[in-house]
C-alpha cells in the first residue's frame, strides 16, 4: 500500500517532535557544560590555598638551604646553632612535609643528610641546595599546568620550566624525581 503525501497535520507533528528532542539535547548538554564548569571552578577555589602555602614554603625551604649552603661553605664554626639551621629543620620535619611531593622529599632528605648529618655525598651543598629550589620549581610547574590553568598559558611560562640543561641534567639525576615522573 503505497503511502501518499504527508499531511500538514503531520508535518507540524513531526517538527514539535525535532523541536523538543532539540531543545532537550541542547539543555541538557548545556546543562551539563555549567556543571563541569562549576566542578572546575570548586575545585581551583580549593586548591589555591593549598598552592599559595607550597609556594611560600617552597621560597622559605630554598632560601633557607641555600643560605646554610654558603655557611657551610664559608666554615662558618657556628652554623648549625643558627636561625637557619633552625628553620630547615622546622620546614623539614614539620609544614614542608604536608605540601611537598617525592621530588622535593627526596632533595630536601638528601641536603639533610649531606649538610646536618655528615653523610659524604659527590653533590656539593650549594648543589644540593640548588636541587631543592629545582624540585620546587618542578612540583609548583607540575600542579600549576593541570586543570584549565594549564590551557592558557601566553606567556609559555610552563615550557620554560623545562629548557634550563642545569634543571634537566639535575633532575634526571635525581632518582626520586624519576619515579615521581
Same mark, same amino acid.
Not at 633552625?86 to 614539620?94: Q, S
Given at each position: ?11 507540524? %507533528? ?13 539543555? @541538557?548538554?548545556? %546543562?551539563?557544560? &555549567? !556543571? ?10 580549593? #586548591? ?12 622559605? #625551604? ?6 646554610? /649552603?654558603?655557611?657551610? $661553605?664559608?666554615? +662558618? ?12 629543620? /622546622?620546614? =623539614?620535619? &614539620? ?10 622529599? &627526596? #632533595? ?7 649538610? %646536618? *648529618?655528615? /653523610? ?7 648543589? !644540593? #641546595?640548588?636541587?631543592?629550589?629545582? /624540585? ?10 593541570? &586543570?584549565?590553568?594549564?590551557? =592558557? *598559558?601566553?606567556? $609559555?611560562? %610552563?615550557?620554560?620550566?623545562? +629548557?634550563? *640543561?642545569? =634543571?634537566?641534567? @639535575?633532575?634526571?639525576?635525581?632518582? $626520586? ?5
Amino acid at each position: 500500500m503505497a503511502k501518499g503525501p504527508m499531511s500538514l497535520e503531520e508535518r507540524r %507533528f513531526r517538527w514539535e517532535i525535532a523541536k523538543f528532542l532539540i531543545g532537550a539535547v541542547g539543555g @541538557t548538554i548545556l %546543562f551539563l557544560i &555549567g !556543571l563541569w564548569q562549576f566542578s572546575i571552578t570548586a575545585r581551583n577555589e580549593f #586548591a589555591k590555598p593549598v598552592l599559595a602555602q607550597q609556594i611560600a614554603l617552597c621560597m622559605e #625551604a630554598s632560601d633557607s638551604a641555600a643560605k646554610l /649552603a654558603q655557611d657551610v $661553605h664559608r666554615r +662558618d664554626p657556628d652554623w648549625q646553632n643558627g636561625d637557619l639551621a633552625i628553620k630547615y629543620l /622546622a620546614l =623539614y620535619y &614539620g609544614k614542608l612535609g604536608v605540601v611537598e611531593d617525592r621530588c622535593l622529599y &627526596g #632533595a630536601m632528605v638528601n641536603f639533610k643528610k649531606t649538610v %646536618f *648529618d655528615g /653523610a659524604s655525598n659527590t653533590e656539593s651543598p650549594n648543589r !644540593l #641546595a640548588l636541587t631543592i629550589s629545582f /624540585a620546587c620549581r618542578r612540583m609548583m610547574s607540575k600542579n600549576w599546568s593541570s &586543570g584549565l590553568v594549564g590551557f =592558557y *598559558d601566553p606567556q $609559555h611560562l %610552563f615550557d620554560s620550566f623545562n +629548557d634550563l *640543561d642545569d =634543571y634537566r641534567n @639535575t633532575m634526571s639525576a635525581s632518582r $626520586h624525581c624519576l619515579l615521581d615522573g
